[in-house]
């Protein structure tokens, strides 16, 4: 049950884009259509952003967009505002029916 | 609305127990799986159990099997974590949450409760 693998670190200035990868391996990422990303403010509990690779829940805005490839999992958030700074996580259904998360991501806003 | 509130966490010596509970409303609480989920303090997320949503399939991660019991009481649509032969490094906040609807995917997170392992 390894964590997945996120970026410690990303920045981007406002308007612009960034993309934050999750690898992981055949037993969770590459095996199912099954990852999640989080976003967590400090102090707060996290919040579902996307899930099943690249579907939005509703009221989450349409500048954030999720894609996989192989065992590799990505979050793109474009037009970046200063609320999006915060710490993102990934997470993934595993094939012993379990869940894996990512070790997060901080995003800064410049 | 979904609400998950969790309660009994607190600080507590090693090798003893704590049972933590995790009340839920808005939503049928009988139909879906629940997961607890903690975060060390300035550290990322680490996911602990799950429980279906009948309470026949429990799943756990290597670091609390066999010290970690999860469970449910649909009747009152709570849910429970049994922590026995707790260490310092279970020293966390504990979050409650719930899967989608068909999908294994967390979408809904209470505002968790912090366990404190310390002598």
């Not at chain 1, 406002?14 to 969770?28: E, F, L, V």
């Not at chain 1, 690779?53 to 490839?69: A, Q």
């Not at chain 1, 012993?96 to 997060?104: D, I």
Request: charge should be neutral.
């Amino acid at each position: 049950q390894s964590a997945l693998t996120q970026p410690a670190s990303v920045s981007g200035s406002p308007g612009q884009s960034i993309a934050i990868s999750c690898t992981g391996t055949s037993s969770d990422i590459g095996g199912y259509n099954y990852v999640s990303w989080y976003q967590q403010h400090p102090g707060k509990a996290p919040k579902l952003m996307i899930y099943e690779v690249s579907n939005r829940p509703s009221g989450v805005p349409d500048r954030f967009s999720g894609s996989k490839s192989g065992n590799t999992a990505s979050l793109t958030i474009s037009g970046l505002q200063a609320e999006d700074e915060a710490d993102y996580y990934c997470s993934s259904y595993t094939s012993s029916n379990t869940r894996v998360f990512g070790g997060g991501t901080k995003l800064t806003v410049l | 609305q979904v609400q998950l509130a969790e309660s009994g966490g607190g600080v507590v010596q090693p090798g003893r127990s704590l049972r933590l509970s995790c009340a839920a409303s808005g939503f049928t609480f009988s139909t879906y799986g629940i997961h607890w989920v903690r975060q060390a303090p300035g550290k990322g997320l680490e996911w602990v159990a799950v429980i279906s949503y009948d309470g026949s399939d429990k799943y756990y991660a290597d670091s609390v099997k066999g010290r970690f019991t999860i469970s449910r009481d649909n009747s009152k649509n709570t849910l429970y974590l049994q922590m026995n032969s707790l260490r310092a490094e279970d020293t966390a906040v504990y979050y409650c949450a719930k899967d989608m609807s068909g999908v294994p995917s967390i979408d809904y997170w209470g505002q968790g409760t912090l366990v404190s392992v310390s002598s």
